[in-house]
């Protein structure tokens, strides 16, 4: 069963980020393979500053020393001719995030857009256990909500252990 074998975490649900930044959440990820984030975007606000995705590791999930964690594994769907404003379920492969490498800008083109970040927990630096997720504030209405699926659990049971 999927609920056996992943750990499914609701980081942020879905809501308007205009108002508040959604600050960097962590999930323990040192009993599983992978950590996969889905960020689901509705309508990006047109206007202001600071809208991005970023990641960071920790050594648990209070953030404790913390460090960047480069995004190189990233899709989305955002179709050919630029839009996302249809359904779709074709992902893309996108190029490594260039610069500080661990955050994403958003522009007005990615409204209505999946994202898709994946990250192989034995790529984290010794003695980091956690990868947390920040959404930016906007000044323009902006619909985001995140969720992460744990994969490849190390030491599987019934029902998974907490991963926050």
Not at 20 to 36: F, L, P, R
Not at 69 to 78: F, G, K, S, Y
Not at 79 to 99: L, R
Not at 118 to 139: C, M, P, Q, R, Y
């Amino acid at each position: 069963m999927f609920a056996q074998e992943a750990k499914v975490v609701n980081i942020l649900p879905p809501k308007d980020i205009s108002a508040a930044a959604h600050s960097v959440a962590y999930v323990d990820v040192s009993n599983y393979q992978k950590a996969t984030f889905f960020v689901q975007l509705g309508a990006v606000g047109a206007t202001g500053s600071s809208k991005n995705i970023s990641f960071k590791q920790a050594a648990n999930t209070s953030g404790s020393s913390s460090a960047n964690l480069p995004i190189v594994n990233h899709w989305n769907n955002i179709t050919a001719i630029g839009s996302a404003s249809v359904a779709n379920d074709t992902y893309a492969k996108k190029a490594a995030v260039a610069s500080s490498g661990n955050t994403l800008a958003l522009t007005a083109s990615t409204s209505n857009v999946m994202h898709i970040f994946e990250f192989d927990t034995d790529e984290l630096t010794d003695g980091k256990n956690a990868i947390g997720i920040g959404v930016a504030t906007t000044s323009a209405a902006t619909l985001c909500g995140v969720t992460a699926i744990l994969s490849g659990a190390r030491y599987a049971k019934a029902l998974p252990p907490s991963a926050l």
